[in-house]
């Protein structure tokens, strides 16, 4: 099915669309530098392990990590379960306690809940009305026998961005490991894993406009060295690691789009900060609608907004033949069930159905942006009345 011009997307913590600069760079590597970057023993081969290793340094330095430091996956999601399982798998001697939040990204709950059905005691951090954890509840959570903090760095429903020097400091302090997902965060504000004492950290190239099927695991070599214990086996690639033949396109690509993330990232915090408050003031005019989640500490181009008393069954149906936005993370958009970021925020199951997440990309231009809000007032106000008959 094409999709129609006329509908405008406002999703982009979905999915972004590559960036042609990317896709140029790419494009070599479909063709004639065709090449497997493990065959060492011909020019194809080095041309390819050359492209990959640049793509490597790239990738650490949006990060603030070195290359040897850098494991290509196929995504965040092989990334997360990489990190959290890895860790579990090699530290298990030391005790089986790691601790996460209510409100991390399935990928991070779904692996959680797996080793909890191996024996691994898991501790799931509330938090408050904005999405925001309690601190001194992590210390006082923190025992002897745990070996893993997994907290994300943004989060992909509300925006809402935990303080991470923060948990850095307490998790280096008490001698455990910090990993992060960072997916909706690289990119979009500077992230440094030394001095924000980061010792894991997983992203994906689809979300920074590159190709999709290429992601990254960081993991410390240094104060401390991490140890990891491999979850796919076969032929020793990504150091043993991660075995399997590397998507070389899609990591160019991947470090094609980190590299102009890294030379573009003021332009692109503070346009998209302007046009998503420019969203907000347009929308928050209307009558009975609330922003889900910490106004201050957020990525720039999400709002997470609640128009209240408007059922969810008509509420998305009714904007998305216009307007391409999510109910929550498009990981879980075939679910039916409420969204469990925004129910961990204490919103009703009926607020969390009414309630819409708008996400902005480097594309938007003022114009859709004031078109989105010319027509959500139509669409709001007409369903208000409907609903009030």
Not at 228 to 252: C, F, M, W, Y
Request: one cysteine or more.
């Amino acid at each position: 099915m094409a999709v129609q011009k006329s509908v405008l997307y406002l999703d982009y913590n979905s999915t972004t669309p590559v960036d042609p600069r990317v896709l140029e760079t790419m494009l070599p590597f479909f063709t004639e530098k065709f090449g497997n970057a493990y065959s060492n023993s011909h020019a194809y081969g080095w041309i390819a392990a050359e492209a990959v290793t640049i793509a490597r340094e790239q990738v650490a330095n949006l990060i603030g990590a070195i290359k040897e430091e850098i494991i290509f996956t196929s995504g965040a999601t092989e990334s997360i379960n990489l990190a959290i399982k890895g860790v579990a798998d090699a530290y298990s001697g030391k005790g089986n306690h790691i601790i996460t939040c209510t409100t991390e990204h399935k990928a991070v709950l779904d692996t959680c809940a797996s080793l909890e059905k191996k024996g691994f005691d898991i501790t799931y951090l509330p938090v408050n009305h904005e999405g925001m954890i309690d601190l001194s509840l992590l210390k006082k959570t923190i025992k002897p026998d745990t070996i893993l903090i997994s907290l994300m760095y943004a989060n992909n429903e509300t925006g809402v961005v935990h303080p991470i020097a923060d948990i850095g400091k307490i998790a280096k302090e008490s001698k455990v490991l910090f990993f992060c997902d960072a997916t909706q965060a690289a990119g979009k504000i500077p992230i440094s894993v030394l001095t924000e004492n980061i010792d894991l950290l997983a992203f994906s190239s689809h979300k920074l406009y590159g190709p999709k099927g290429a992601g990254a695991l960081y993991v410390r070599r240094k104060n401390p060295r991490v140890a990891i214990k491999a979850q796919i086996d076969g032929g020793g690639h990504e150091r043993n690691l991660r075995s399997g033949t590397l998507n070389v396109p899609g990591i160019v690509g991947f470090g094609k789009a980190c590299s102009l993330a890294n030379e573009e990232m003021e332009m692109r915090v503070a346009k998209m900060a302007l046009l998503r408050n420019t969203l907000e003031k347009g929308l928050l005019q209307l009558k009975d609608v609330t922003i889900n989640g910490c106004k201050k500490n957020r990525i720039p181009n999400t709002t997470n907004l609640n128009f209240k008393k408007i059922p969810g069954s008509l509420l998305l149906p009714r904007i998305s033949k216009k307007i391409a936005v999510s109910a929550g993370s498009a990981c879980t958009s075939a679910s039916q069930h409420p969204s469990h970021v925004l129910q961990a925020m204490g919103l009703t199951p009926e607020e969390c159905k009414s309630s819409l997440r708008f996400s902005i990309g480097l594309t938007t231009t003022n114009e859709e942006i004031e078109d989105v809000i010319k027509e959500l007032t139509k669409i709001i106000t007409a369903l208000r009345t409907d609903t009030a008959e």
